[in-house]
């Protein structure tokens, strides 16, 4: 099959061979006998290719023939002349083919790595209002600021945002909550409800307190309409018991715009009135706080109008500003002194500050209610403001709307479930869709072509997150799970997200596998992770997004013409840069190198992170995941193609010859394992040792000897022993097998064998009889996919079995087995889990199904709504 490139497809004929022979044609000797020597210097260094060589050959045969034809010439006479002469003639055009080549050399290096950092030259599928307040009005606002317990902003790249922070004001014991952090070990937080457009209502249980969250949109004017927040904080009974609260309310500019505060009497902030680009005039009104009954309470009030260094610093700054001098004194009750926000100043010599920050710090006895309205200025038609009994009615009515829909689209009473198991489905569906973020900002793309890092071109991103606490980022290879969920809820939402990730396309077909956009985003990444490697994948699990919505038929033909040319990038991108020794086999690139300090090294790009591979990397590597991926994407390629007339044929082609069962036996089953498997260069006869160190000289202290990779048995060529697991599934995971093929059985076997994979909670990751089963990959890389179970191929697995539950076969009714104890198992763990813990998690032990890993993690996660409905 023949593969463009995707540069030569949408840019004619241009290519970095045609520019540099024009370069060359202008090189010649004339740069001097010095930059000559140089060149053939650096060429012979070099050992430069065949082409200047044949080049070489040529001009001394030419030379040759004219020497023999020169009248009265005698090889007595004219020897000595001719071979000074043709010594210099070849002196000088070495020279100038060695400039050549190091001149093309060096510029197809700078078109490769320029390439690297330049869009696709496809139409974007968003333009660059499509987001805004005009085109997008319902959406222009939200909860997309995942990263923070309580917070919305615009989806625009310089945002209002606004946020909740609050503090218990225990005695000695300040503890200010601003972001999501697992190490402020709330018991429960999350939506309840959220329907990602118009409302969310969220619960936050932390030590001695409880909050819920609410807020809820209202369209009107030209610039995404107004909203109203409701906060409600009341004691808990478990922990100390907090005699009051203080909760802040803060607005702050990301660069441009401007606040004013409007402040009455004891510091309290009633209002601001603010303008910026996006939303013209806006006024924020802050209520004075209430009983749940609407009952006014006695408050104690501060304000901060301060400048931070950036959206990311807000926390540090209130922190900085916070004085014990405040008093607190209800009528009647003892005087109690108190944090509040005071002053703050910068740092001298610090980063210029870009961000206006207003906080209002109501401090308050519980139980309390508080409201905050935002009204824009251009919605002149409201008849009353949203507080009060106006928004306990809109919230009412939302809430009963989402709850009707939930139950249209995915029937869970109607299949029998009890009440609190709608509970946590709709709590699922909701932290997807409130986990939802909006993001701006330039990635660092490090290309095998450039020394350093680059800046990628800036841009948005809409996407939902695996984790507010540990992941508030977009994933390349999670999203497509994560939208299965969320198309099914919302499809012109999942359009959109899919456009915004294929936007971020480069010339070459490939997608930064993580996103991390803005200072907010950096802040919760560490540095070695911040570049993205332009040579590295993720499996293009969009194409399960992409396909579910035609099947849906959610995708129409404009829609699909529209992204088509991008789809082809990628799709030849991976065929380009992910193959493998053989024809119709893929390798993943970016495998760690160092073969000492892991006992197997990761390979971050398949998202199977350290599931065991070959155990030295090598490119006789053959991917059987990666295989898979691609039989399915040249499956919906196919379809896509064939929908909008453009050729199909060979996408038809490759699907049919990736998903042939003879020629995958012959490339992945191991006989002798009695599986599929990876081929390469390994061993299974691998441990991590602690190593012995010479002792050191008199007065030297003694250094830490390290745990490093020992090798019994040298590696061979051979099929990966010792990894049966989920990679060993993938040809049933995406449906490739035919259901008579007695491969068939065999995974189903294993599947089912407690030895090996089968829990009552789930399918483990990787067998217990594997030799990696739970081990560390270092010291200090404890086991992630070497045993737990995880939700997304859990997913597929449900799925798969689904599926040849329906088809004739001898495997019907042993796959219609499984798929109804797998799919009880489990629901019932993660229902129970959730129960538990007040958490959905990122993996759950295999052997006693509890939760672990990073929480709340409701991204693929959440996929156990759809094995509830049994929408596959």
Known sequence: ????????????????????SEARGGLDGSGGQSAAKRMARERRRRAADAGPRAQEKGLLRSFAMKRTERPGATAASSSSWDLGRICGVLALASGALGCAAFAYGLYARWWLA?????????????????????????LFWGSYRPQVYFGMKTRSPRSLVTGLMWMHQLEGDIR???????????????????????????????????????????????????????????????????????????VATDGQGALQPQVKEKSRMASLTGVTEELGHFTITFQ?????????????????????????????VVKASLAPRFSFAPPGAPKRRYFGVDTYRIAPGGVQPRS??????????????????????????????????????????????????????????????????????????SNMLGGMGYFFGRSLVQSPHAEQPQLYPEGPLFTAVPSRSFFPRGFLWDEGFHQLLVARWDPALSREVLAHWLDLMNAEGWIPREQILGDEARTKVPSEFLVQHSSAGNPPTLFLTLRQLLAQGQADGNFLRSIFPRLQ?????????????????????GRDQDTRLFLNPKTLTSGLDDYPRASHPSPDERHLDLRCWMAVVSAVMADVAARIEAPAEEYRRMAETLADNQLLDQHHWAEALGTFADYGNHTSAVALERERLRPPPPGQPLPSPRLLRIVRKPPALQFVGGALGYV????????????????????????????????PFGLRSLSRSSPFYLKHNTEHDPPYWRGPIWLNINYLAVRALHHYGQLEGPYREQASALYRQLRANLIGNVFRQYQESGYIWEQYNDSTGRGQGCYPFTGWSALVVLMMAEEY
Request: with cysteine.
């Open 728 to 759: 060993s599934l993938f040809p049933l995971l995406l449906e490739l097998l035919h259901p008579n093929s007695p491969r068939l059985g065999n995974l189903l076997a294993d599947m089912r064998s407690e030895k090996k994979l089968w829990t």
């Open 288 to 316: 004075p706080p209430t009983s749940e009954t609407g009952t006014p309470l006695y408050a104690s009030y501060n304000y901060l109008d301060a400048k931070a260094e950036g959206l990311h610093r807000l926390s540090d």
């Open 1 to 20: 099959m023949t593969f463009l490139s995707p540069f030569a497809r949408h840019a004619g004929k241009r290519s970095p061979g045609g520019v540099a």
């Open 114 to 138: 320029a390439r690297t950092v330049t869009l696709h030259p496809a139409p974007r599928l968003l333009g660059p209002n499509a987001s805004g307040p005009g085109l997008s009005p319902d």
């Open 356 to 429: 206006q920050l207003l906080i209002h710090q109501v401090t308050v006895s519980l139980p309390c209610r508080l409201e905050v309205v935002f009204e824009s200025g251009s919605f002149s038609e409201r008849t009353e403001r949203l507080a009060g009994e106006a928004l306990t009615g809109a919230l009412d009515r939302h809430a009963a709307a989402f709850e009707r829909r939930f139950e249209e689209t995915f029937g869970l009473a109607a299949k029998g479930y009890s009440l609190q198991e709608q509970r946590f489905a709709r709590a699922a569906l």
């Open 569 to 589: 990038s990628w799709y030849d991108w991976y065929n380009q840069t992910q193959t493998g020794p053989l024809p119709y086999t893929f390798r993943w690139r």
């Open 176 to 250: 200010l909550r601003h972001t999501c952090e697992q190490s402020d070990g709330l018991p429960r937080y999350g939506w309840l409800l959220h329907d990602g457009v118009h409302f969310g209502v969220q619960e936050l249980r932390d030590v001695g307190l409880s909050l819920q969250t609410e807020f809820v949109k209202r369209p009107g004017g030209r610039h995404g309409g107004d909203w109203s927040w409701r906060v409600t904080a009341r004691p808990e009974r478990s922990g100390p018991q907090a005699p009051f609260v203080s909760l802040l309310f803060y």
